[in-house]
């Protein structure tokens, strides 16, 4: 899989990009992603989380990840890829906006490493844009269970 990665705090090493690469790599093989499947993460701060939470959730506040899905319509939008075209493209799943600051404050709350935190973050908003969500009881049993599994085998527990 193809992942762009873009850190606006430039706070991030190496070593927690290339285990972010990596865990996302093994969760695509996980749920057997094609290879030439792209998408991109980013990592910004809390202030920046805070605009695009507020102009496309509407909620004020910053928040720990969001996912953009480009496979996902909403009510009356049109397809943004077309079943005729499909072959000619790679895949694209979208977007994971991931705030470092929020992570870190959330490593400390939960008890665990920062490394911990951004990888559940990120394996969380990479299974949103593979059409997971945990809006219904039901849902939420099932995203947070492949969640954990893929977690657990990768070696990343808490």
Do not use: C, W
Not at 51 to 57: A, K, L, S
Not at 111 to 120: A, D, N, P, T, V
Not at 139 to 147: A, I, N, R, T, V
Request: aromatic fraction near 10%; hydrophobic fraction near 40%; charge should be negative.
């Amino acid at each position: 899989m193809d992942i762009t990665f873009i850190d606006e705090t430039n706070r991030l090493s190496k070593d927690n990009l290339e285990e972010v690469e990596n865990l996302l790599q093994f969760a695509a093989d996980y749920l057997k992603i094609p290879e030439d499947t792209e998408m991109s993460v980013s990592f910004m701060d809390n202030s920046g989380i805070q605009v695009i939470n507020r102009d496309y959730r509407g909620k004020d506040a910053p928040t720990d990840v969001i996912s953009f899905a480009l496979e996902e319509e909403g009510e009356e939008e049109m397809p943004i890829i077309f079943e005729d075209e499909a072959e000619l493209f790679p895949r694209n799943l979208g977007d994971i906006m991931i705030s470092t600051e929020r992570a870190a404050e959330q490593a400390i709350e939960y008890g665990h490493s920062f490394e911990r935190e951004l990888g559940f973050l990120a394996v969380h908003g990479f299974l949103h844009l593979n059409g997971y969500d945990h809006m219904e009881p039901a849902d939420e049993k099932e995203m947070f269970g492949l969640q954990k599994e893929i977690l657990d085998a990768y070696g990343l527990k808490r």
